[in-house]
């Protein structure tokens, strides 16, 4: 069990196991907080074997993650996608989605889905600032759940 209560199986946590965190510059002060966040509770838990991987956008995060799950045991990719700021906000969301979720079932390794799509910032800094909703953290739960 986690400190905050998040309940794991009552398998032992293997932390020697590798893991990736794949998180886009794009919007990087709110990504970061995700990342943070996410890298803190691994750390944590025990793991040692955490690489931290940047890439321009979240359109990049699914050849980063497909790269990196050639070795890693699972990947954790953190983006933030803000409709109000760009009319590209469905394409990069929704293929984003699709490609990550396509890259864990063919690498048959889980990835923690961290792509933040929002209307506005003042949503994204609710669930992106550590103050608040961040969402960091349960994503890296969710990852150590399926390594698990
Ligand atoms: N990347 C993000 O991570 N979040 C965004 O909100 C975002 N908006 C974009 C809007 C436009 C108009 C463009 C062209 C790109 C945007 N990107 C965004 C970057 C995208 O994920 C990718 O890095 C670039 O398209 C380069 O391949």
């Known amino acids: 069990m986690s400190k905050d209560g998040f309940l794991y199986s009552s398998k032992k946590i293997d932390v020697s ?3 990736t965190i794949v998180a886009s510059k794009w919007n990087a002060e709110l990504v970061n907080e995700l ?3 996410g890298k803190a509770h691994l750390e944590e838990l025990g793991f040692t074997n955490i690489k931290i991987v940047s890439v321009p956008g979240a359109w990049e995060l699914v050849h980063a993650a497909q790269k990196e799950l050639a070795y ?7 983006g933030v996608v803000i409709r109000g700021e760009t009319t590209h906000y469905e394409l990069i969301s929704e293929s984003t989605a699709q490609g990550l979720m396509q890259v864990s079932v063919n690498m048959k ?8 799509a929002v209307e506005n910032i003042s949503q994204a800094k ?11 953290k349960e994503i890296a739960q969710s990852l150590v759940e399926m390594l698990n």
Do not use: M, W
Not at 72 to 78: L, P, Q, S, T
Not at 109 to 116: D, E
């Open 126 to 136: 609710e669930r992106t600032s550590s103050s608040k909703l961040n969402k960091g």
């Open 72 to 78: 890693a045991d699972g990947v954790i990719a953190y």
């Open 35 to 37: 990342l943070q966040a």
């Open 109 to 116: 390794k889980p990835i923690g889905f961290g792509l933040i």
């Open 17 to 19: 196991k590798k893991i």
